[in-house]
């Protein structure tokens, strides 16, 4: 991305020993987890956290038992010294803020606790909500929209209809809008348990 000091870094957790050699793990800086709590679960479950030192939180967090659920790291460092434990606290902050303001029908968020949001000079905190915006960025194009809100259901949106439908039998009926991650089904609408033979 152009003009950003950031850098990701994405990998499975079967590889966390393989990314100990590389010393942009060992920064400070932000990591989500994601993964699936049973095999049965339709929400990924998340945590979203910080460290001074990426790869040893995550090694503490391998034998975690409230972590068994992670199969999946990304890790949101900088490329340089510039992105400090402060930064890191505060972008942890704020991720966990727009998570919980997205609830994200995709996501169970796994955090207990809410982060105290670190205290930046005045003149960081722009260059940490285009960090945070660029994580935002790179968590949705790698498939995982947690920090992205769904849509509204706005009528008047004429680039981006609702679209309505209806059972013959008038006992399905939903509204929807078409999205980057597909159709999103609105509140209050049904389904039939009968299929259609169309």
Known sequence: LGGW???????????LKETEADAMVKKPGVYFLFGKSSEESHATSAYIGRANN??????????????????????????????TPAHAK?????????????????????????????TLPKTDIPMME????????LLTTIGYPILEKIEPKQTEDTSNPLFFGQSS?????????????????????????????A
């Open 54 to 83: 990426i790869f040893e939180r995550l090694s503490t967090h391998n034998h975690d038992k409230n972590k068994e659920f992670w199969l999946a790291t990304a890790i949101f460092v900088g490329n340089d010294d510039s992105l």
């Open 130 to 137: 285009e960090y945070l915006s660029n994580i935002h960025l």
């Open 169 to 197: 039998d008038a006992k399905g009926k939903a509204v929807a809008k078409m999205t980057n991650n597909g159709f999103v089904v609105y509140k209050d609408s049904a389904i039939t348990a009968k299929h259609s033979p």
């Open 90 to 118: 505060y972008l942890e902050s704020r991720c966990l803020e727009l998570a919980r303001e997205a609830k994200h029908f995709g996501y169970t968020l796994e955090n207990g606790n809410e982060p105290q949001p670190a």
């Open 5 to 15: 000091n950031g850098l990701a870094v994405v990998f499975p957790r079967n590889k």
